[in-house]
């Protein structure tokens, strides 16, 4: 079966600081890979994904995420978050090329950046 | 264009009593999707549609746990009797049909249970 896990519950930046998420899958097939995130009162949405091709995916706010396909790891990453970055983020997966596949998340971590 | 409709925002119920959600897709997209999510947790699949048919529902605790999807559009779920372990966020979403946006959903604002 499918699972997801991230490392990281809870994590805690001042602004300007650097952050890596990390996301782990298993799963013995192709996939895809997502980063999902959650601001405050607002719903889950899409931050980037990965389906294929370059493992070094840009997404939306300069968030960037890296598919190491050895590891069966997808961690995102941003170089220097800002207070408005604070939300909930989710790594979620499913298997590639399978149209109308649910997604299979993770249990969240939580971002809290300080001004 | 509208994004995934669902209602009520906030329900508090008393344990054994009934509640219901509604949601309403993006429109064309054929899949819709129930997902709990309980505090601390990721979304859980609970049911899967493609159209109105029932692709997923090997989550959904079948003793108390209904959903459907009659004309393959808007979409219901129920639950009764109520559990104290419901308490959580019914999150409903929406995708196209398209094999190059798997996996890529939509979702509503999620409905906020509380059961007392």
């Known amino acids: 079966a499918q699972s997801v896990s991230q490392h990281n519950h809870h994590v805690i930046l001042s602004e300007a600081a650097s952050l890596e998420l990390g996301c782990n899958y298993s799963?013995?097939?192709?996939?895809?890979l997502f980063w999902y995130v959650q601001y405050p009162g607002q719903h889950l949405q899409l931050l980037l994904k990965y389906f294929s091709g370059d493992p070094l995916v840009k997404g939306i706010k300069g968030f960037e995420a890296e598919f190491i396909k050895s590891k069966f790891s997808f961690n995102l990453r941003k170089p220097s978050v800002q207070w408005s970055d604070t939300a909930e983020y989710f790594c979620a997966v499913t298997p590639a090329n399978q149209a109308g596949t649910a997604l299979i998340f993770g249990k969240g971590t939580t971002l809290s950046v300080s001004s | 264009e509208a994004g995934v409709a669902q209602s009520p925002r906030y329900k508090i119920i008393e344990k054994r009593q009934s509640v219901a959600f509604w949601c309403n897709p993006i429109?064309?997209?054929?899949?819709l999707y129930w997902y709990q999510q309980i505090l601390g947790q990721g979304p859980k699949l609970l049911i899967q549609f493609q159209n109105n048919g029932v692709v997923d529902d090997s989550q959904l605790p079948k003793d108390r746990f209904s959903a459907e999807r009659l004309k393959g559009v808007d979409s219901t779920l129920k639950i009764q009797p109520a559990k104290l372990e419901d308490s959580a966020v019914y999150l409903c979403?929406?995708?196209?049909?398209?094999?190059?946006?798997?996996?890529?959903?939509?979702f509503g604002e999620g409905s906020r249970l509380t059961v007392l």
């Open positions: 979403a929406s995708s196209p049909f398209m094999p190059s946006l798997a996996g890529e959903l939509f």
């Open positions: 799963y013995g097939g192709t996939v895809n």
């Open positions: 429109s064309g997209h054929a899949t």
